[in-house]
């Protein structure tokens, strides 16, 4: 049996070894040099192929250029784009030679010494469209301009060669001077303008033979990104994003001795002017045109690939619903204003978005007075905060987190808490006392009360128990924007930044039972070469049926007996809250009824170049501005219109949670006499003046911001007071603001 082993193991040896000496054979240092070398020939020999077949061709036919048709959604045409082409070529020689060199600077250092193609930035530009991540990756401006001018702006690898080929041909037969003045004529800038007269003239209301070399940077810089870079639109990470392009584009120059280190330092930045819109885009065309084309834009067709034209972009806007919302603004609005004669009215700008809650379709969109007096959409900026529209989702948070009172009540409708005015809350870290209109006091009152009276102190409390990070999390995933959103109890005044839009998205979340509702104004988007899938507008369930259900049941009592009763009407059954700013700068009205949802609000914009934010008090004579008077009203009549003047759809409310309920230790019925160390400035009322019924307002008490602020003042906090206990946020015997 040894011997028998023996003989087996030393077979099993001789067969490894066999099969060992055979990978090697097969894998020798030379066999695999010589199939390299025969890869690296296989490629060279199919890239002269592929020169020798694809040659120079004709320009894309820019006479040939279509239109885009932008139509409602049942079909019929609100506006038709580009029907001619913004752009007249310029000769180079007029264009200043340091302009000239500010887009060398900025796109291609080499220009004017390389072969016209960036190999390595071709390659990742290849694989970035092999691995789906779009048209990434280097490119020379002599890619570039054969790009705009030969081929299309379509994603491809084939066009990504065919680029490559064409741009080593059009290097060698034509001069560097050539392919620039081709190059910053066919470039597209945003606002409508290809090439860079149109852009001069865009930008800065000037010919582009007289520009500086300081607006020639930013022109250079904008064409990374024109819709993102445009000033007058840009985000703040888009402005810093183009001023850092601005000044690398410079320090080029300076690093290529086409500009003095001393003239560097001596330049600033050039404000664009602001833009002059289209014509055609009148009224609130425009509005919805600009509204459309953003979301474009993240769907991946971007203003270059609009420019092209023959696309037809089918809205989700329906027609009569859009006019009604105009013809709303104009009755309850508009025509109490006189623009010319009172200085507060023309101060007032109104802006409203509404949802289908089931689909997420923008069904109507008011930006402003009319696109051509007023740019900026009313409807999507984000420049004002929410206020007390925000309160709703404090409450939605404690639901969905099963918060509990300091006392350990579980969070529902008929929870109790302290309405004392300027009380300081209870278990924060962060102290904050905010005063509640006129500084007057509720005592205990159920949660239920404090959304009707839109009470502060009580919200307060609740951001406390619930904890502000929390807070947030469900505000984010409900569609309020991470924009000036810091985790301290002041978020209960609304003192982020967020638009009609995205508070149509958080409460149509809410009226579609916590189930994550996403607007989107684009329900189709066709081209002869390809179809984009619209922006999903249902998502995940983001909060629980019953938490979402809760708030809907709270809000309804809002719209029956609270600040938002110039919403009530028999023909629909409605929820919705009313919120106003400090100092009145902003006033919103967000509701919905079981089948559609609207957010309305006013905001007070100086007329003034800057246009600085500025208080509403006085609008139409009617005293304190507030989200339960115009925008209520606005909203009223708008939905009664909408729903066809009326519906008998009910809410479908399952497993409203209740709450639990502790004895009070003493409640305060009467208002506070004392005052915190730090008071809080007093807020305004959200009810319409001439309301019967005296209710509080719930506007966020903060800092004064004079212009639209990037980073806005939170609201005074105010020190908490020795003895201020009392679970729940109730007063415990020694709380000095219960005497």
């Known amino acids: 049996m040894g011997r028998a082993d023996a003989r087996r193991a030393q077979q099993r040896g001789a067969r490894r070894a066999a099969k060992s000496g055979g990978i090697r054979r097969l894998f020798t240092w030379r066999k695999m040099l010589g199939t390299f070398f025969g890869f690296c020939l296989l490629i060279m020999g199919a890239f002269v192929a592929l020169y020798l077949y694809v040659d120079i061709p004709k320009a894309n036919a820019l006479a040939e250029r279509q239109s885009n048709v932008y139509q409602y959604s049942d079909g019929t045409v609100l506006t038709r784009t580009g029907d001619g082409v913004n752009r007249q070529i310029v000769d180079l020689a007029e264009v200043p030679k340091k302009v000239q060199h500010t887009f060398v600077a900025a796109e291609n250092k080499t220009f004017y010494k390389d072969q016209g193609v ?40 084939s066009r990504k060669l065919k680029e490559l080929v064409i741009s080593l041909k059009v290097d060698q037969k034509k001069d560097k001077n050539y392919i620039l003045a081709g190059y910053i004529n066919t470039a597209y800038y945003g606002r409508g303008a290809s090439g860079i007269q149109a852009a001069a003239q865009a930008y800065y209301g000037v010919d582009a033979k007289d520009l500086n070399v300081s607006q020639g940077a930013y022109l250079a810089a904008l064409l990374q990104a024109p819709s993102q870079y445009d000033w007058a639109v840009a985000t703040p990470t888009g402005r810093r994003l183009v001023k850092e392009r601005w000044a690398y584009t410079l320090d080029n120059m300076v690093e290529m001795h086409w500009l003095d280190k001393a003239q560097r330092d ?53 027609k009569k619903r859009q006019k009604q919302l105009e013809a709303s603004v104009d009755r309850q609005l508009e025509s109490k204003l006189d623009r010319k004669g009172n200085k507060v009215d023309a101060t007032v700008q109104a802006g409203a978005t509404s949802v289908d809650p089931k689909t997420g379709a923008v069904v109507a969109l008011y930006g402003g007075v009319d696109y051509v007096k007023h740019y900026i959409s009313n409807a999507t900026r984000r420049d004002y905060q929410p206020a007390s529209t925000f309160k709703p989702l404090v409450l939605a ?73 929390a807070v947030k999390e469900t505000a984010l995933a409900l569609g309020v924007p991470d924009q000036n959103f810091p985790e301290r109890p002041a978020i209960t005044l609304g003192t982020m930044n967020a638009s009609t839009w995205d508070m ?53 009592g809002v719209v029956d007996s609270g600040s938002g009763q110039a919403a009530n009407t028999s023909a629909y059954e409605a929820a919705g809250k009313t919120g106003t700013s400090e100092n009145n700068k902003s006033a919103l009205f967000a509701g919905y009824t079981p089948e559609l949802t609207t957010v309305v609000a006013l905001f007070g914009e100086s007329p003034k170049d800057g246009g600085g934010q500025v208080s509403l008090t006085g609008t139409a004579n009617s005293g304190r501005a507030n989200g339960g008077g115009f925008p209520a009203q606005i909203w009223a009549d708008y939905t009664l219109g909408a729903l066809g003047g009326g519906s008998s759809a009910q809410f479908d409310l399952q497993d409203v949670e209740r709450g639990e309920v502790s004895v009070p230790a003493s409640p305060s019925t009467s208002p506070s006499t004392s005052e915190s160390a730090d008071p809080s400035p007093t ?55 219960n005497q």
């Not at 071709?122 to 990756?137: C, H």
């Not at 602001?274 to 953003?294: C, W």
């Not at 004064?704 to 020190?719: A, D, G, H, R, Y």
């Open 504 to 556: 149509a998205g958080a409460y149509a979340t809410l009226d579609n039972h916590g189930r994550k509702v996403t607007p989107f104004i684009v329900k189709s988007a066709k081209h002869r070469d390809r179809t984009v899938d619209p922006v999903k507008g249902i998502g995940n369930q983001v909060i629980s049926r019953k938490s979402a259900d809760t708030v809907t049941s709270v809000l309804r």
């Open 266 to 318: 001596t330049l600033k930045f050039p404000v664009p002017d602001k833009p002059k819109p289209a014509r055609g885009m009148e009224g609130q065309t425009g509005y919805l045109v600009e509204a459309a084309n953003k979301e474009l834009d993240k769907q991946g067709i971007t203003g270059d690939m609009r420019q092209a034209g023959g696309w037809t972009f089918t809205l989700n806007i329906d």
């Open 397 to 469: 948070s404690a639901l969905e987190n099963e918060a509990k009172t300091q006392d350990g009540d579980l969070i529902g409708v008929n929870t109790r808490y302290d309405g004392t005015s300027k009380r300081p809350v209870v278990g924060s870290d962060t102290p904050f006392a905010p005063e509640n209109e006129d500084n007057r006091s509720y005592g205990d009152v159920t949660v239920q009360t404090a959304m009707n009276k839109s009470i502060n102190s009580v919200f307060a409390q609740m951001v406390v128990d619930v904890g502000p990070p």
């Open 118 to 157: 960036d190999l390595k930035g071709t390659a990742r530009g290849i694989l970035n469209t092999l691995s789906g991540k779009g048209k990434q990756g280097g490119s020379t401006i002599t890619q570039q301009y054969v790009k705009n001018y030969y081929l299309t702006q379509d994603p491809t690898v």
């Open 683 to 737: 807020e305004s009322s959200d009810l319409p003046s001439q309301s019967p019924i005296e209710t509080p307002s719930d506007s966020a008490s903060q800092s004064p911001i004079e212009t639209p602020s990037e980073s806005p003042v939170l609201p005074s906090e105010s020190p908490v007071l020795p003895g201020g206990g009392g679970n729940s946020g109730r007063p415990g015997n020694n709380n000095s603001l």
